[in-house]
T-cell receptor, first 114, second 109 residues
């Protein structure tokens, strides 16, 4: 298995532009999580899905952030419009059942908003 | 919701010494406690985990202990090696997983 695949690995964009981050979870996993990592705030859970349905999006910072999971093998995290304070590493993780099992993380997308 | 605190934030040890990282959690419903290792430029990787019905678990040089009454758990690395240098995260899971702030471990050769 190729693991959790995220793209792009790096993204540099100008303030105000739309940014879309992509994630392919491990085949067979039914839970998917989006995390943001910064030096100041550590690993923050943004949103998670069970069986493609968003369960908890209370960690999404504001309406500029949105996430979708149209099928079991693909998810996106969109920021529109982007701001410099959105600069961070965004991780996607997946697991089976969502509770009581370790998560497998992707390699992350390093986002820089200038 | 769950709140996980982790200490220390940085830890420097000599090669061959032991390293201990401690975490506390707040949600008594949490029943799964994994530990992750994150190397530079990579995502966190699961290295060991423990469930609430177990007090201790060991895997070669790594061991975890859990005290449910006190709501704390610890990671122990023995005979540390330079390749153990990384950031380590504890986590606690009830409905979703919450992470500690991380410990940057440096093993000096």
């Amino acid at each position: 298995d190729a693991g959790v695949i995220q793209s792009p690995r790096h993204e540099v964009t100008e303030m105000g532009q739309e940014v879309t981050l992509r994630c392919k979870p491990i085949s067979g996993h039914n839970s998917l999580f989006w995390y943001r990592q910064t030096m100041m705030r550590g690993l923050e859970l943004l949103i998670y899905f069970n069986n493609n349905v968003p369960i908890d999006d209370s960690g999404m910072p504001e309406d500029r952030f949105s996430a979708k999971m149209p099928n079991a093998s693909f998810s996106t995290l969109k920021i529109q419009p982007s701001e410099p304070r959105d600069s961070a590493v965004y991780f996607c993780a997946s697991t089976f059942a969502g509770q009581g099992y370790g998560y497998t993380f992707g390699s992350g997308t390093r986002l820089t908003v200038v | 919701g769950e709140n996980v605190e982790q200490h220390p934030s940085t830890l420097s040890v000599q090669e061959g010494d032991s390293a201990v990282i401690k975490c506390t959690y707040s949600d008594s419903a949490s029943n799964y406690f994994p530990w992750y290792k994150q190397e530079l430029g990579k995502g966190p990787q699961l290295i060991i985990d423990i469930r609430s019905n177990v007090g201790e678990k060991k895997d070669q040089r790594i061991a975890v202990t859990l005290n449910k009454t006190a709501k704390h758990f610890s990671l122990h690395i023995t005979e540390t090696q330079p390749e153990d240098s990384a950031v380590y995260f504890c986590a606690a899971s009830a409905n979703d997983m919450r992470f500690g702030a991380g410990t940057r471990l440096t093993v000096k050769p």
